[in-house]
């Protein structure tokens, strides 16, 4: 095939996808919407129409294109739910797999209180630190900063996790010395 006759067929395979785009994307749309709202259905249709590109040799002409196209989205569709399945199951393994406190101790039951009035970024310095057990330099390439900033942080984390405990559950200190014998 010459030069010219790639570049007419290009200009024809762009012409007949416009046609193909103009004609049809409304209704691919409008079928996405129903089934998967409007939050997703922008995405699934612009998936539609780009697995139409791809395959565009395939896709017939005239009428029988748009239950071409609606048969493409009904397997997108059939993707992306079984995608939003796929990360609830995940969300939910995870939520599972995390520490949770022991009943009989109450000590890791403390933590966790103080743990939760800190920030989420601090709450993650120290997770990563104490939970995962990365090092200093393994922090600092997860969240993107310097070693140095990772030690900053971290130290500012334990102080307030410390002053947060210490809060919550004050020591209870002897008053006299026979108290403090007992």
């Known amino acids: 095939m010459s030069r010219d006759n790639a570049a007419e067929v290009d200009r024809d395979s762009t012409g007949a996808f416009d046609s193909l ?12 919407v129903r089934r998967l709202g409007p939050s997703d259905a ?5 998936e539609v129409f780009a697995v ?7 896709v017939p002409t005239g009428e029988p294109a748009r239950a071409w ?3 493409v989205a009904y397997k997108v569709v059939g993707n992306r739910y079984r995608s939003r ?9 995870l939520q599972s797999e995390t520490p949770e406190p022991a009943d009989s101790d109450v000590e890791v039951q403390s933590i966790h209180l103080a743990m939760d009035e800190l920030s989420p970024t601090d709450r993650e310095l120290i997770r990563l630190s104490s939970w995962d057990g990365l090092s200093r330099s393994e922090i600092a390439q ?10 900053q942080r971290l130290h500012r984390a334990r102080t307030r996790l410390k002053t947060h405990f210490d809060r ?3 020591a209870v200190t002897p008053t006299t010395p026979e108290e403090a014998s007992l």
């Open 142 to 151: 997860v969240l993107g900063i310097r070693v140095n900033a990772v030690d």
């Open 69 to 71: 196209l609606i048969g």
């Open 52 to 58: 139409a590109w791809r395959r565009l040799d395939e």
């Open 42 to 46: 922008e995405d699934a249709a612009a």
């Open 21 to 32: 785009f103009k004609s049809h994307h409304d209704a691919v749309l409008r079928y996405c």
């Open 168 to 170: 919550l559950f004050p």
């Open 85 to 93: 399945r796929r990360t609830t199951r995940l969300r939910e393994r």
